[in-house]
């Protein structure tokens, strides 16, 4: 009777330890991410490198989760890769479903094309951002941002065709 009880026991504990070893992932990502980010005189891709290690350690157990998803575009965004970033957010604008989320994706996937230099599509994207969530400051100036950008650059292409 009693070997079956701590038979028990064993199996509930190991299933436990088991289902917050993804979360461990995700912690040790953050932890990563945020000490990055503290320090304000470089970009530190490589910490951004471990974060996103780690994200993709968590994400291989638990792969649809959007918020660990979403981590993971940030981290790649922040290693300057633009291209890859915007893919991932992309992906994400469908999965997410309450408005705050959806604008926060849209967002970052505004700022990932205009750091690629798709100043229509960034301008786009903060737009959908701000259907979603239209009190974001930050995006307004983004928006704000991209298309001072895009006024200079038919500026500097009518200057080019004279």
Do not use: C
């Not at 633009?82 to 408005?99: C, H, I, R, V, Y």
């Not at 928006?143 to 500026?155: D, F, M, T």
């Amino acid at each position: 009777m009693k070997h079956p009880i701590i038979l028990i026991f064993i199996l509930m504990f190991s299933i436990a330890a088991f289902g917050q070893n993804e979360r461990k992932h995700i912690r040790s990502g953050n932890r990563i991410y945020e000490k990055a980010l503290r320090d304000t005189t470089k970009i530190d891709t490589a910490m951004f490198a471990k974060a996103e290690t780690e994200y993709r350690k968590a994400l291989a157990k638990k792969p649809s989760d959007k918020q660990w998803n979403f981590n993971l575009a940030d981290a790649v965004y922040k290693q300057q890769r633009f291209e890859e970033a915007s893919g991932k957010f992309n992906e994400l604008a469908d999965q997410m479903t309450t408005p705050v989320e959806k604008a926060r994706v849209y967002h970052n996937l505004g700022n990932s094309q205009l750091m690629n230099q798709k100043i229509d599509e960034s301008i786009e994207s903060y737009k959908k951002a701000l259907r979603q969530n239209p009190t974001d400051l930050e995006t307004k100036y983004n928006l704000a941002y991209a298309q001072l950008l895009k006024k200079q650059q038919q500026q500097q292409q009518q200057n080019q065709d004279q």
